[in-house]
């Protein structure tokens, strides 16, 4: 498997998880506003003093989960930016790797060359 279609396939699972991310979070913040809007209707049937004390508590709790998916979004992006890195790293690693492997494999192959032509040559001043 050549390195750009390892990084391919790494940048798809990349993709896929930001996908799968960004959705769960869409879903979090669905479920949270459901929540939020049933609270604020039961607390309504017991009074404005209530509603206003609802409607106060939903504020802050909704401000702290948007602090919080903020947070958790900017976490997952510094993360998913650590892994590209760790991953052009881990590329370039390899190509070099395989880059000295070839001119090791070339530089064995000239030697082998020349004590051939060598022992020919050997061979060629005795006979």
């Not at 669905?30 to 206003?52: C, H, T, Y």
């Not at 947070?71 to 997952?76: I, L």
């Not at 993360?79 to 790797?97: D, L, N, R, S, W």
Request: glycine share 4%; net charge negative; no cysteine.
């Amino acid at each position: 498997m050549g390195f750009s279609s390892l990084r391919a396939e790494v940048e798809e699972v990349l993709n896929q998880a930001t996908e799968e991310f960004k959705e769960t979070v869409q879903k979090a913040e669905s479920d949270v506003e459901k929540v939020a809007q049933k609270f604020i209707a039961r607390e309504k049937k017991k009074g404005a003093a209530r509603l206003k004390a609802a409607m106060e508590v939903v504020d802050k709790a909704t401000k702290d989960f948007k602090d919080a998916i903020h947070k958790a979004e900017s976490d997952f992006q510094k993360a998913m930016q650590v892994i590209k890195q760790a991953i052009e790293k881990a590329v370039k690693v390899a190509a070099a790797a395989e880059e000295a492997l070839d001119a090791a494999t070339r530089e064995t192959a000239d030697k082998e060359a020349l004590d051939a032509a060598a022992k020919e040559g050997e061979e060629s001043s005795e006979g």
